[in-house]
């Protein structure tokens, strides 16, 4: 079984900074590529920024420049810092882990519970 845990979510005025974390724990013996989601109200969930074991990023068009994902792989574990926020920003923020190899399962996505990120104006 795997789990991830995202924390680091807010209420924040324009222009201000939040980190989200994400943990991925359970029998792990490799993960792929780690990522970060978001879901406005009324909107289809969106890719916000995505990172390989290796380091290789990809991001959003609507928040390059702003925000950075790094990642820890020794601990499973992604980052998110998101500076300059705006109230677009606004969303249910999920973690995903991507092509995860897991003890005596195989290969498999795998998705947080999400976590809120308000920019209040």
């Known amino acids: 079984q795997v789990q991830l845990v995202e924390s680091g979510g807010g209420l924040v005025q324009v222009g201000e900074s939040l980190r989200l974390s994400c943990a991925a724990s359970g029998t792990i013996l490799s993960i792929n590529a780690m990522g970060w989601y978001r879901q406005a109200p009324g909107k289809q969930r969106e890719l916000v920024a995505t990172i390989t074991t290796r380091g290789d990023t990809n991001y959003a068009d609507s928040v390059k420049g702003r925000f950075s994902i790094s990642r820890d792989n020794a601990k499973n574990t992604a980052y998110l810092q998101m500076n300059s926020l705006k109230p677009e920003d606004t969303a249910v923020y999920y973690c995903?882990?991507?092509?995860?190899?897991?003890?005596?399962?195989?290969?498999?996505?795998?998705w947080g519970q999400g976590t809120q990120v308000t920019v209040s104006s």
């Open positions: 995903s882990a991507m092509r995860v190899l897991v003890v005596g399962k195989g290969i498999a996505d795998y």
